[in-house]
Protein backbone atom coordinates (compact mmCIF):
# COMPACT_ATOMS: atom_id res chain seq x y z
CA UNK A 1 0.00 0.00 0.00
CA UNK A 2 1.03 3.80 -0.80
CA UNK A 3 1.51 5.43 2.56
CA UNK A 4 0.46 9.05 3.26
CA UNK A 5 1.06 11.76 0.93
CA UNK A 6 1.15 15.50 1.38
CA UNK A 7 1.31 18.38 -1.27
CA UNK A 8 3.31 20.48 -1.82
CA UNK A 9 6.39 19.61 0.00
CA UNK A 10 7.71 22.84 0.36
CA UNK A 11 5.99 26.10 0.27
CA UNK A 12 6.82 29.73 1.31
CA UNK A 13 4.22 32.24 1.63
CA UNK A 14 4.47 35.89 2.52
CA UNK A 15 2.20 37.51 5.55
CA UNK A 16 -1.13 37.99 4.90
CA UNK A 17 -1.01 35.12 2.50
CA UNK A 18 -3.71 32.17 2.83
CA UNK A 19 -2.32 28.57 1.85
CA UNK A 20 -4.07 25.01 1.39
CA UNK A 21 -2.09 21.78 2.18
CA UNK A 22 -3.22 18.70 1.12
CA UNK A 23 -3.11 15.03 2.42
CA UNK A 24 -3.82 11.45 1.34
CA UNK A 25 -4.27 9.27 3.12
CA UNK A 26 -3.71 5.23 3.17
CA UNK A 27 -5.94 3.54 1.38
CA UNK A 28 -9.19 2.31 3.42
CA UNK A 29 -8.25 4.81 6.60
CA UNK A 30 -10.72 6.79 6.92
CA UNK A 31 -9.28 9.04 10.19
CA UNK A 32 -7.16 12.08 9.06
CA UNK A 33 -5.14 14.13 11.42
CA UNK A 34 -3.09 17.03 11.01
CA UNK A 35 -0.08 18.30 13.31
CA UNK A 36 2.04 21.43 13.38
CA UNK A 37 5.81 20.91 14.34
CA UNK A 38 8.08 24.01 15.10
CA UNK A 39 11.20 23.89 16.90
CA UNK A 40 9.29 26.32 20.08
CA UNK A 41 6.50 24.42 20.41
CA UNK A 42 7.42 21.04 19.20
CA UNK A 43 4.36 18.66 18.38
CA UNK A 44 0.97 20.45 18.25
CA UNK A 45 -2.03 18.74 17.16
CA UNK A 46 -4.77 21.00 15.07
CA UNK A 47 -7.90 18.80 13.86
CA UNK A 48 -8.91 15.35 13.41
CA UNK A 49 -11.75 14.63 10.47
CA UNK A 50 -13.39 10.94 10.23
CA UNK A 51 -16.06 10.33 7.51
CA UNK A 52 -15.86 14.09 6.72
CA UNK A 53 -16.17 15.57 10.04
CA UNK A 54 -14.08 17.40 12.47
CA UNK A 55 -14.02 15.13 15.44
CA UNK A 56 -11.49 16.59 17.23
CA UNK A 57 -9.53 20.29 17.60
CA UNK A 58 -6.78 21.56 19.33
CA UNK A 59 -6.22 24.90 20.46
CA UNK A 60 -5.29 26.81 17.13
CA UNK A 61 -6.84 30.38 16.22
CA UNK A 62 -9.64 30.10 13.68
CA UNK A 63 -7.84 31.01 10.67
CA UNK A 64 -6.76 27.34 10.81
CA UNK A 65 -9.24 25.54 9.13
CA UNK A 66 -9.88 21.51 7.17
CA UNK A 67 -12.24 19.89 5.54
CA UNK A 68 -12.27 15.95 4.42
CA UNK A 69 -13.49 14.80 1.31
CA UNK A 70 -15.69 11.59 1.09
CA UNK A 71 -12.60 9.82 -0.30
CA UNK A 72 -11.07 10.87 3.09
CA UNK A 73 -8.50 12.88 1.31
CA UNK A 74 -8.11 16.20 3.33
CA UNK A 75 -6.89 19.61 2.97
CA UNK A 76 -6.24 22.38 5.49
CA UNK A 77 -6.24 25.96 5.25
CA UNK A 78 -4.54 28.72 7.24
CA UNK A 79 -5.53 32.32 6.30
CA UNK A 80 -4.05 35.86 6.74
CA UNK A 81 -0.67 33.69 7.30
CA UNK A 82 1.51 34.70 9.89
CA UNK A 83 5.48 34.65 10.83
CA UNK A 84 4.53 32.31 13.73
CA UNK A 85 2.79 29.53 10.99
CA UNK A 86 6.64 28.54 9.57
CA UNK A 87 5.88 25.10 10.70
CA UNK A 88 6.75 21.68 9.48
CA UNK A 89 2.54 20.53 8.93
CA UNK A 90 2.37 16.74 8.76
CA UNK A 91 -0.64 14.71 8.22
CA UNK A 92 -1.71 11.19 9.65
CA UNK A 93 -4.00 8.26 8.69
CA UNK A 94 -5.74 5.75 11.08
CA UNK A 95 -7.42 2.61 9.80
CA UNK A 96 -9.72 3.18 12.79
CA UNK A 97 -9.46 -0.06 13.99
CA UNK A 98 -11.02 -0.71 17.70
CA UNK A 99 -8.19 -1.27 20.35
CA UNK A 100 -5.10 0.64 18.22
CA UNK A 101 -4.64 4.39 17.68
CA UNK A 102 -2.14 3.42 15.54
CA UNK A 103 -1.52 6.89 12.89
CA UNK A 104 0.28 6.60 10.27
CA UNK A 105 2.23 9.87 9.22
CA UNK A 106 3.09 11.41 5.78
CA UNK A 107 6.56 13.40 5.00
CA UNK A 108 5.30 16.44 5.75
CA UNK A 109 4.83 20.26 3.97
CA UNK A 110 7.51 22.84 4.98
CA UNK A 111 5.61 26.29 5.16
CA UNK A 112 7.76 29.14 5.43
CA UNK A 113 6.58 32.75 6.14
CA UNK A 114 8.44 35.47 4.84
CA UNK B 1 -5.73 15.65 30.03
CA UNK B 2 -2.86 13.48 29.33
CA UNK B 3 0.50 14.77 28.96
CA UNK B 4 4.03 13.42 28.32
CA UNK B 5 7.49 13.88 29.62
CA UNK B 6 10.68 13.52 28.16
CA UNK B 7 13.79 13.80 29.99
CA UNK B 8 16.36 14.36 28.33
CA UNK B 9 16.50 16.78 25.57
CA UNK B 10 19.68 15.02 23.64
CA UNK B 11 21.13 12.05 24.14
CA UNK B 12 24.83 10.47 23.10
CA UNK B 13 26.02 7.16 23.11
CA UNK B 14 28.49 4.91 21.95
CA UNK B 15 28.47 2.68 18.92
CA UNK B 16 27.15 -0.76 20.51
CA UNK B 17 26.12 0.64 23.79
CA UNK B 18 22.79 0.67 25.35
CA UNK B 19 20.28 3.44 24.07
CA UNK B 20 17.63 4.56 26.56
CA UNK B 21 15.15 7.43 26.59
CA UNK B 22 13.08 8.20 29.00
CA UNK B 23 9.06 8.96 28.96
CA UNK B 24 6.77 9.62 31.91
CA UNK B 25 3.37 10.43 31.18
CA UNK B 26 0.15 11.82 33.20
CA UNK B 27 -3.19 10.47 32.14
CA UNK B 28 -6.40 10.17 33.93
CA UNK B 29 -7.16 6.79 32.62
CA UNK B 30 -4.86 4.04 31.62
CA UNK B 31 -3.35 5.18 28.19
CA UNK B 32 -2.55 4.28 25.01
CA UNK B 33 1.27 5.20 24.31
CA UNK B 34 3.76 5.17 21.62
CA UNK B 35 7.41 6.21 20.44
CA UNK B 36 7.94 7.30 16.96
CA UNK B 37 11.07 8.17 15.19
CA UNK B 38 11.89 10.80 12.74
CA UNK B 39 14.92 11.44 10.48
CA UNK B 40 15.70 14.72 9.25
CA UNK B 41 13.54 16.01 6.64
CA UNK B 42 10.80 12.82 7.24
CA UNK B 43 7.63 12.30 8.70
CA UNK B 44 7.20 10.43 11.99
CA UNK B 45 7.33 6.85 12.07
CA UNK B 46 5.88 4.42 14.37
CA UNK B 47 8.85 2.13 16.55
CA UNK B 48 6.47 0.66 19.09
CA UNK B 49 3.07 0.78 20.83
CA UNK B 50 1.13 -0.02 24.11
CA UNK B 51 -2.66 -0.79 23.96
CA UNK B 52 -3.19 -2.22 27.08
CA UNK B 53 -1.93 -6.16 26.10
CA UNK B 54 1.81 -6.96 27.02
CA UNK B 55 3.46 -4.31 28.84
CA UNK B 56 6.95 -5.26 27.41
CA UNK B 57 6.50 -4.18 23.88
CA UNK B 58 9.04 -5.06 20.86
CA UNK B 59 9.37 -1.93 18.32
CA UNK B 60 11.20 -2.66 14.90
CA UNK B 61 14.72 -1.64 14.76
CA UNK B 62 15.41 -2.97 17.89
CA UNK B 63 13.68 -1.56 20.07
CA UNK B 64 11.80 -2.11 22.86
CA UNK B 65 9.77 0.01 25.58
CA UNK B 66 8.27 -1.71 28.80
CA UNK B 67 5.23 -0.16 30.35
CA UNK B 68 5.17 0.44 34.70
CA UNK B 69 1.74 1.99 35.65
CA UNK B 70 3.37 2.06 39.06
CA UNK B 71 6.08 4.25 37.54
CA UNK B 72 3.91 6.14 34.72
CA UNK B 73 7.15 5.27 32.97
CA UNK B 74 7.23 3.62 29.24
CA UNK B 75 10.93 4.19 28.43
CA UNK B 76 12.62 3.39 25.09
CA UNK B 77 15.73 0.85 24.71
CA UNK B 78 18.08 -0.82 22.22
CA UNK B 79 20.54 -3.31 23.50
CA UNK B 80 23.00 -2.17 20.88
CA UNK B 81 22.69 1.73 19.41
CA UNK B 82 23.86 1.79 15.43
CA UNK B 83 24.90 4.76 13.55
CA UNK B 84 21.66 4.48 11.67
CA UNK B 85 19.77 5.19 15.03
CA UNK B 86 20.83 8.56 14.92
CA UNK B 87 17.67 10.72 14.85
CA UNK B 88 14.93 12.56 17.32
CA UNK B 89 12.54 10.37 19.45
CA UNK B 90 9.26 11.12 20.19
CA UNK B 91 6.71 9.43 23.03
CA UNK B 92 2.96 9.93 22.51
CA UNK B 93 -0.08 9.16 24.33
CA UNK B 94 -3.45 9.06 23.53
CA UNK B 95 -7.02 8.07 25.27
CA UNK B 96 -8.55 4.76 24.49
CA UNK B 97 -10.32 3.60 23.07
CA UNK B 98 -10.73 5.88 19.81
CA UNK B 99 -9.55 9.30 20.93
CA UNK B 100 -7.09 9.65 17.75
CA UNK B 101 -5.36 13.36 19.32
CA UNK B 102 -1.90 12.30 20.24
CA UNK B 103 0.09 14.81 22.67
CA UNK B 104 3.57 14.37 22.35
CA UNK B 105 6.73 15.14 24.07
CA UNK B 106 8.88 17.20 23.41
CA UNK B 107 11.45 14.78 21.89
CA UNK B 108 14.90 13.63 21.77
CA UNK B 109 17.88 13.55 19.79
CA UNK B 110 20.14 10.65 19.74
CA UNK B 111 23.76 10.86 18.30
CA UNK B 112 25.64 7.79 17.73
CA UNK B 113 29.34 8.35 18.12
CA UNK B 114 31.44 5.77 16.42
Known amino acids: KAGVTQTPRYLIKTRGQQVTLSCSPI?????VSWYQQTPGQGLQFLFEYFSETQRNKGNFPGRFSGRQFSNSRSEMNVSTLELGDSALYLC?????????????FGPGTRLTVL | AQSVTQLGSHVSVSEGALVLLRCNYSSSVPPYLFWYVQYPNQGLQLLLKYTSAATLVKGINGFEAEFKKSETSFHLTKPSAHMSDAAEYFCAVSRPPNDYKLSFGAGTTVTVRA
Open chain 1, 92 to 104: ASSPVAVGSNEQF
Open chain 1, 27 to 31: SGHRS
